[in-house]
């Protein structure tokens, strides 16, 4: 086993990514992601990590070099928020249907207007349909873990595609945490350099980035559809495999907590899911039952797992910390289209939740219970979702 | 085999491409590779010249090549640049090839930003003036009264109103080791700037003024003609420079500039009436102030 330190989360991160030995690291500055790109700076200033650290000019440019960097056949990383996020849209795209693998932290943030640095999920969700795996960590130590694992999925020769670790701003990347940190000879047997089947090379030269007219288009798209599939399968295998040198096993891409016999099950990712945990334990002491899953990995969606987890609840309360405005929540859209048409299933609530860094403590996560399971008990399930501690004398 | 199939196996950019007969770029691309040999590694941004070299199953690049969008090929031509020398195989030089649209607008924070950083890539601006992968709209290279679709001859207008965009200078001001400008109606002198360029490391910049038969407006025979009236008539003037200083200038016996502009259909308008012609004296004075700036004329001395 490794040290065990109390750390800043984002000191936790540029660990693992040290850990990993990126060859090349490409980042913009923005709030909250700041300190993991600073200390991954201080690293290679001080010669303690060997990468090519590019300072570009935005995050297009952060993820674009990383787009070349990785063709070229380097392991690499970058780290945004928000509007930083944002920018490198269409970079993201571009380099999952082109297959260059990354990794990238996408540190939670709100997204403009207003413009604000708190926290909340808009900037990752937005980034959904790109090609992205996206992973979302509870607590600092998993988003370590996930860190170590992201590598070793973007760079499998089935997936070859970029990796999102999602962390909670501020709540994770500037908490302090304990971090059991994992010994560098650990980390190298379970991650080994990047070797990609096509490099940029001068003796068998390769064309990549092709123009396509209406003849394979579709079929770029379905192979990745099919990728993803495949990362369902491989993902869990590969945190089971870390978690044989770490001894931490969070389950795969869900982890459900307290699900077997609940009526109520509460659905949510990123780090809102530990106060969730005390809240359920709360709830189950009263006698309420209340169960929680948390979604470790979105993308690609665990649509079966979930569906195993709650089939037997009478109600599924979603928390998005987002919203698709004209309709619901990303997670709740999901988790309806899912779960639609299969028999007996619970109804699913949405809930619009801790946007723009707004509060959720165990009682607001009582009061969706029962603002869930009245909607359950309601002749109809609502078309709207339900916003959770909206300021009446604001929006009146 | 015969000889011509034979030439044909060494072109490090093949035959069989789908630019337009008498594209200018692409003739250029093939001489900027003869030159570079294949010791390279090349990026494209959106346009022309990746529509045209890549319909997918199908590449004439018998060198490593990327393209991945419009806006980011200097970032991408970094981050090759940085894998390959983290690799340890920084004997393959990276050379990025671009448009004017993604150069001088687009992608312009991108070019500043490698610039800026210095990093070890040889950016390569195949000029046409316009956006011509998208129909040939306004860009900020198109010169002076130039008719685009997006900044069209009207009643009210006569085609582009602003200057181009010096960007030679701007790169220049970055600080670059080599910054020199081409026309690939001279092949050998595109070339030996291609050989001096590579002969450095860092950042450096070739821009390469590319005739485009089809947006232009001339007959497909006529690239290497309107390329070199260009040239005379001092509206393009090719220069070389080394840390900011000028360093050398190909000379011309200047010719009037309604030379080269007549045989354009975007500057017919030029010479339709009265204005026409005072426009055309307007250009003859930017002409003149550029041979008067970098020394051109070869009857007047100069450097
Ligand atoms: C972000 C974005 N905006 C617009 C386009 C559409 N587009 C593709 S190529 C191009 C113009 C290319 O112009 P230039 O760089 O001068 O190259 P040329 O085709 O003239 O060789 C445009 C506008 C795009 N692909 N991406
Ligand atoms: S439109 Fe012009 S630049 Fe584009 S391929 Fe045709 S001739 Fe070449
Ligand atoms: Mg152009």
Not at chain 2, 249 to 261: A, G, S
């Amino acid at each position: 086993m490794g040290a065990v330190k109390v750390v800043e989360g984002s000191q936790a991160v540029a660990e693992a990514v040290r850990a990993c030995r990126p060859q090349v690291i490409s980042a913009y500055p923005i709030s909250p992601q700041t300190h993991i790109v600073e200390t991954l700076a201080q690293m290679v200033a001080d010669g303690e990590l060997g990468s090519r650290y590019l300072r570009v000019e935005s995050e297009f440019s952060a993820a674009s070099v990383l787009a070349g960097a990785s063709c070229a056949g380097s392991r690499c990383y970058t780290a945004s928020s928000s509007q930083g996020l944002l920018l490198m849209t269409e970079v993201l795209y571009a380099s999952a249907g082109m297959r260059l693998p990354f990794v990238i932290t996408g540190v939670n943030r709100s997204i403009s207007a207003p413009i604000t640095i708190q926290v909340d999920q808009q900037d990752t969700i937005s980034l959904r349909d790109t090609g992205l795996i996206q992973l979302y960590a509870e607590s600092s130590q998993e988003a370590y873990d996930m860190h170590l694992a992201a590598f070793k999925i973007a760079e499998d020769p089935g997936i070859m595609l970029p990796v999102m670790v999602c962390m909670d701003g501020w709540i994770l990347t500037h908490s302090y945490e304990r971090i059991d940190f994992l010994d560098q000879q650990d980390v190298d047997r379970f991650l080994p350099p990047f070797k990609p089947a096509n490099l940029m090379e001068v003796e068998d030269p390769k064309t990549w980035g092709s123009y396509s007219e209406e003849n394979v288009l579709m079929e770029f798209r379905y192979a990745l559809q099919k990728s993803m599939d495949y990362a369902q399968e491989r993902i869990p295998q590969v945190m089971g495999d870390l978690a044989s040198y770490t001894g931490r096993d969070y389950g795969g891409l869900i982890e459900a907590y307290a699900t077997d016999d609940a009526e109520v099950i509460l659905v949510a990712m990123g780090s809102v899911t530990g106060t969730l945990k005390d809240a359920v334990d709360q709830m189950r002491e009263a006698g309420r039952k209340v169960g929680l899953i948390k979604i470790r990995c979105f993308r690609p969606f665990p649509a079966r797992q979930i569906w195993e987890a709650v089939r037997g609840a009478k109600v599924v309360a979603v928390l998005d910390a987002n919203v698709s405005l004209g309709s619901e929540g990303a997670l709740g859209l999901d988790l309806k289209a899912k779960l639609c048409g299969r028999p007996d299933g619970p109804l699913v609530v949405d809930f619009i939740a801790g946007l723009g860094g707004r509060e959720i403590n165990p009682l607001v996560a009582e009061d969706i219970v029962d603002q869930a399971l009245e909607a359950a008990q309601a002749p109809t399930p609502p078309w709207a979702p339900i916003w959770v501690g909206l300021d009446a004398s604001i929006v009146a | 085999m015969n000889a011509s199939a034979q030439e044909n196996r060494m072109e490090l950019f093949a035959p069989g491409h789908r630019a337009c007969h008498g594209c200018g770029m692409a003739l250029s691309v093939r001489h900027i590779l003869k030159a570079t040999g294949n010791q390279v590694a090349v990026v494209t941004p959106t346009g022309c010249l990746e529509t045209f070299s890549s319909p997918y199953g199908y590449s004439p690049w018998r060198v490593p090549w990327i393209h991945h969008l419009f806006e980011n090929g200097p970032s991408v031509a970094s981050g090759v640049a940085a894998a390959l020398d983290a690799q340890g195989r920084g004997d393959v030089r990276v050379v990025a090839i671009g448009g004017d649209g993604s150069t001088f607008d687009i992608g312009f924070a991108a070019l500043s930003g490698m610039f800026e950083r210095d990093d070890d890539v040889l950016y390569i601006c195949v000029d046409n003036g316009a956006y011509m992968n998208t129909g040939g709209q306004r860009s900020g290279a198109t010169p002076t009264y130039a008719s685009t679709t997006t900044d069209p001859v009207g009643k009210l207008r006569p085609g582009k109103l602003q200057h181009k965009k010096d960007l030679p200078a701007i790169v220049a001001a970055h600080g670059a080791a080599y910054v020199a400008t081409a026309s690939v109606a001279y092949r050998k002198d595109l070339q030996k700037k291609v050989k001096r360029a590579m002969e450095f490391h860092g950042a450096r910049y070739l821009q390469i003024d590319t005739p485009c038969p089809s947006v232009w407006g001339f007959p497909s025979d006529h690239t290497l003609e309107v390329g070199r009236l260009g040239v005379a008539s001092g509206l393009v003037p090719l220069f070389e420079m080394e840390y900011g200083n000028v360093t050398k200038v190909r000379k011309i016996k200047p010719i009037t500039v309604d030379k080269y502009l007549r045989g354009q259909k975007r500057f017919r308008h030029l010479f339709a009436d009265e204005q026409g012609a005072e426009l055309v004296a307007k250009l003859q004075q930017m002409a003149d102030a550029n041979i008067a700036k970098y020394g051109l004329s070869s009857q007047s001395g100069g450097q």
